[in-house]
């Protein structure tokens, strides 16, 4: 039996793979670099809303082709006889790009998947950039992605000469990437953000799973469906069992608790509307529950409430005076309210509103506190 070949380069986040695609379209731009690319990671990984993502920020139309759905003619075309010229030319597919002005991104999504007798029609297009005599432009940047064969996953080992048509990018799911840079940024629900915050460990379990037999296995993708289910779904019974069918039954076991804490003590809503002497008997007392309105805060952040969600963060370190119960005091506070000021600050900034915390009395003391102590 052949030996297993490894992606033998150097695991990244989703983030810093983001950034390096990035940095590849603004050299093909600039026509100093032309290459195609091929993202590896386990099913769920996030490589597919990555190129979504570059193709939103580059302005870029997305041809998505999930090579396990086509055949080879399907990127070559179709031969017909031309009589005047007495020879067979091909019609070129219409989901190929070609428009030299406009930029593209051409996805070839699950290429390891895809049937062998398909690799040689997109070795041109990876390598030469055209398929039989259609010749992709220059404004096309070029992504594939796949799975190995070691993830569970349908895959063909990739062969020798595919594989040098390609720089590789080994994906990996890394929490704190995927907090900062997708969860909290797109709002998933504040108690998947602030579980995962914690059990950073359970955010991606492929290779657990496929260890001890499971067919279910925690991913980035499935914690975003876990967000969504609560976001649609109130009634608990029938949340935790959609639950239990997206992470396995023992995640979903433990979320479920952190899921209950932090429904019955978070109160986002509630906390902007009273008076600061009210609102500091809001504040729930664990630490799931205080990175939960941590990220409740960062997610309502408005022109309209920038005031009070301030107030709300920036009390967040004084809570061990504030209130009388021990747990406070056994609590990182001042590590969760910098924390949570920097991803507030993040947020802010994304929304031009710069002059609310600068106008700020409870962050313009909060911010001499950590200047004092030597921390600004």
Request: net charge negative.
């Amino acid at each position: 039996m052949g030996r297993i070949m490894g992606v033998n380069t150097v695991k990244v986040s989703a983030g810093d793979a983001y950034e390096v695609l990035y940095a590849g379209w603004q050299a093909q731009k600039t026509g100093a670099m032309l290459a195609s690319y091929m993202l590896h990671g386990r099913p769920g990984v996030g490589k597919t809303q990555m190129v979504q993502h570059l193709s939103d920020a580059i302005g870029a139309r997305l041809f998505d082709l999930r090579l396990t759905t086509i055949e080879p003619q399907d990127l070559r075309g179709l031969p017909y006889y031309d009589h005047a010229a007495g020879k067979t030319t091909w019609y070129r597919p219409e989901d190929l790009p070609d428009d030299p002005e406009t930029p593209s991104v051409l996805f070839l999504d699950e290429l390891t998947a895809a049937s062998p007798y398909l690799q040689p029609t997109v070795y041109g297009l990876l390598q030469e950039r055209r398929v039989g005599r259609h010749r992709l432009p220059d404004s096309v940047f070029i992504v594939a992605a796949g799975n190995t064969v070691e993830d569970g996953a349908i895959a063909y080992e990739m062969n020798t000469a595919l594989s040098d048509r390609l720089l590789h990018l080994h994906v990996e799911a890394v929490a704190t990437d995927w907090l900062d840079n997708y969860a909290v940024p797109r709002g998933l629900h504040p108690a998947v953000i602030a579980f995962i915050k914690t059990r950073a460990d359970l955010l991606e379990t492929t290779e657990a799973a496929l260890d001890q037999g499971h067919m279910i296995a925690c991913t980035p993708r499935s914690w975003e469906r876990v967000s969504d289910i609560l976001n649609a779904i109130e009634e608990r019974k029938l949340r935790n069992i959609l639950v239990a069918g997206t992470v396995g039954d023992a995640v979903a076991a433990d979320f479920a608790l952190v899921a209950d804490d932090i429904a019955a003590t978070v109160q986002v809503t509630q906390m902007l509307e009273a008076d600061r002497k009210r609102r500091i008997a809001l504040y729930p007392a664990t630490m799931h529950g205080l990175n939960a309105l941590i990220y409740g805060l960062v997610g309502v952040l408005n022109a309209r409430n920038a005031p009070d969600v301030i107030d709300i963060m920036a009390d967040i370190r004084k809570l061990a005076d504030l209130r009388d119960e021990g747990e406070f005091s056994r609590m990182p506070l001042g590590e969760l309210c910098t924390y949570g000021f920097e991803t507030l600050i993040r947020k802010g900034l994304d929304q031009g509103l710069e002059q609310a915390f600068l106008g700020s009395r409870a962050y313009r003391a909060y911010a001499e506190e950590r200047k004092a102590a030597g921390l600004a």
